[in-house]
């Protein structure tokens, strides 16, 4: 079945830079576009970027220019990376397919954003 498994949050400093994963299984993975996800604490999921199976990339309008979205089919792993962080980042991430299925949620991965 489709899985996927997020990793590479963590607890960092605000301007400090990360790289979240998104390792995919159980699909033709370079076929299939991905997004990125955040959940804030108590509040739903929300969409941050996407990629399309050809690698054309598109953001929420308050994280261009900070956020960048890239895949590596060869891996089968979808990647965000995560510039100049800020607390307001603060959150749980999370890879999906377009539309997001809830049978293919993970665990995501959590960034903390403090000083």
């Known amino acids: 079945q489709v899985q996927f498994a997020e990793s590479g949050g963590g607890l960092v400093q605000p301007g400090e830079s990360l790289r979240l994963s998104c390792s995919a299984s159980?699909?033709?993975?370079?076929?299939?576009?991905m997004r990125w996800y955040r959940q804030f604490p108590g509040k739903r999921r929300e969409w941050v970027a996407t990629?399309?199976?050809?690698?054309?990339?598109s953001y929420e309008d308050s994280v261009k220019g900070r956020f960048t979205i890239s895949r590596d089919n060869a891996k089968n792993t979808c990647y965000l990376q995560i510039d100049n962080l800020k607390p307001e980042d603060t959150a749980k991430y999370f890879c999906n397919v377009v539309p997001p299925s809830d049978e293919y949620w993970g665990q995501g991965t959590q960034v903390t954003v403090s000083a």
């Open positions: 159980g699909l033709t993975f370079s076929a299939t576009p």
């Open positions: 990629i399309t199976s050809f690698g054309l990339p």
